[in-house]
């Protein structure tokens, strides 16, 4: 074992891991992501989940978020952007803000 993190709770028939990426996502070390969609087929949300390992085989979660939410056939999307140093997050249903015009 590498290293090791607690797991989600099951919250629904749709719980699952969408996607698992490594990288540095610009933070200068490196991270993994996680999507995890959790709820049911009709109310569900999907978020990203970035850990870090720590030196004691443990991975450190450094950011949870949800990223869409569904509810029947409304779907309410956010994003990530990543950037050198940190992230900018817009939660879904949030309306974009127009940083210049």
């Known amino acids: 074992m590498i290293a090791s993190a607690p797991g989600f709770v099951e919250t629904g028939s749709a719980d699952d891991l969408e ?9 200068g070390f490196p991270v993994i992501a996680l999507a995890v ?9 999907t ?15 450094l950011f949870s978020a949800p990223i869409e939410a569904r509810d029947g056939d409304e779907r309410f999307i956010g ?13 879904p249903g949030d309306r974009p ?3 210049a015009r």
């Open 19 to 27: 996607a698992l990426a490594t990288g540095d996502a610009k933070l």
């Open 37 to 45: 969609t959790m709820g049911g087929h009709r109310v569900s949300t």
């Open 47 to 61: 978020s990203l989940v970035l850990y870090a390992a720590s030196g004691e085989r443990q991975l450190d979660q």
């Open 79 to 91: 994003s990530i952007v990543f950037v050198p140093g940190y992230l900018l997050y817009r939660a």
């Open 97 to 99: 803000e127009h940083l």
